[in-house]
T-cell receptor
């Protein structure tokens, strides 16, 4: 099972700023999922990227999948306090019978 | 509401006790999972069940015994609880090649 490395581990910025968090691997991803987890809740799926070079947008969130499918990024424009949470990338293995997670980026948006 | 629901939300118990966590999904998904999230927020798979059949047991101590009475339910029984079992346990479900839907977690504290 490959290791998914997320960076930074912690990020604290002011409301209105832009930010990017990363998910990297030494091996090629089959596909990649991004989740957001809020305190006291389970992770919630944001997006799945499959094709190298793919870009998906979800309101102020932009997800990119690297051309070589070994990295992915999540960019948030004009961050809001409601974006605060733990952002996790995850890769399905064994025919999606298990999901392997990165260690996450803990994002705090200060008003 | 369509969801994955797990009970209880909080569980505080003494070392050596036996406890169970229940999970139910009404999404019609074929596969259900148990994940453990440690104090550093790292999420790791414990078990996967597909149509009531165990398909993944990720080197979990045999004090942990999952049971799936039907496709919509997956319970987790833990014998002889140890301090190191303290964590948040998440139930999840999915259909193959789609993202996971997680429950809101059970925070287990062993004292």
């Amino acid at each position: 099972t490959q290791l998914l490395e997320q960076s930074p581990q912690f990020l604290s910025i002011q409301e209105g700023e832009n930010l990017t968090v990363y998910c990297n691997s030494s091996s090629v991803f089959s596909s990649l999922q991004w989740y957001r987890q809020e305190p006291g809740e389970g992770p919630v799926l944001l997006v799945t990227v499959v094709t190298g070079g793919e870009v998906k947008k979800l309101k102020r969130l932009t997800f990119q999948f690297g051309d070589a499918r070994k990295d992915s990024s999540l960019h948030i424009t004009a961050a809001q306090p409601g974006d605060t949470g733990l952002y996790l990338c995850a890769e399905p293995f064994q025919g999606a019978q298990k999901l392997v997670f990165g260690q996450g980026t803990r994002l705090t948006i200060n008003p | 509401d369509t969801a994955v629901s797990q009970t209880p939300k909080y569980l505080v118990t003494q070392m050596g006790n036996d406890k169970s966590i229940k999970c139910e999904q009404n999404l019609g998904h074929d596969t259900m999972y148990w994940y453990k999230q440690d104090s550093k927020k790292f999420l790791k798979i414990m078990f996967s069940y597909n149509n009531k059949e165990l398909i993944i047991n990720e080197t979990v101590p045999n004090r942990f015994s999952p049971k799936s009475p039907d496709k919509a339910h997956l319970n987790l029984h833990i014998n002889s609880l140890e301090l190191g079992d303290s964590a948040v346990y998440f139930c999840a479900s999915s259909q193959v090649s789609y993202g996971y839907t997680f429950g809101s977690g059970t925070r287990l504290t062993v004292v």
